[in-house]
């Protein structure tokens, strides 16, 4: 099974920025959906954004326009790129591999998690 190390939360005024590493390792990344979820407390966890195996993209209404995923499948690194942000984005977000895809998957596996705090 393969591992996923989350990097890059922080705390951030509404408005500002902040971008997620998530680096993979023990597995054949480019041929995984990756993912981005989050889990706000006392909220079910919910997608963020994800590329599917096929490269293609796709975002929770709720970030459209303001965050980007992106993946590097030579370092085996995805990211998120958060802009515009506001208090409700604030949660603990969760990187997350699927095989084989977003989907229909047979396995999955799941990062410890970044926090990510905005104040208003």
């Known amino acids: 099974q393969g591992q996923l190390v989350e990097s890059g939360g922080g705390s951030v005024q509404a408005g500002g920025s902040l971008r997620l590493s998530c680096a993979a390792s023990g597995y054949t990344f480019s041929s995984y959906c990756m993912s981005w979820f989050r889990q706000a407390p006392g909220k079910e966890r919910e997608g963020v954004a994800a590329i599917d195996s096929d490269g293609s993209a796709s975002y929770a209404d709720s970030v459209k326009g303001r965050f980007t995923i992106s993946q590097d499948n030579a370092k085996s690194t995805l990211d998120l790129q958060m802009n515009s942000l506001k208090p409700e984005d604030t949660a603990m977000y969760y990187c997350?591999?699927?095989?084989?895809?977003?989907?229909?998957?047979?396995?999955?596996?799941w990062g410890q998690g970044t926090q990510v705090t905005v104040s208003s």
């Open positions: 997350a591999a699927f095989y084989p895809s977003c989907a229909d998957y047979a396995y999955d596996f």
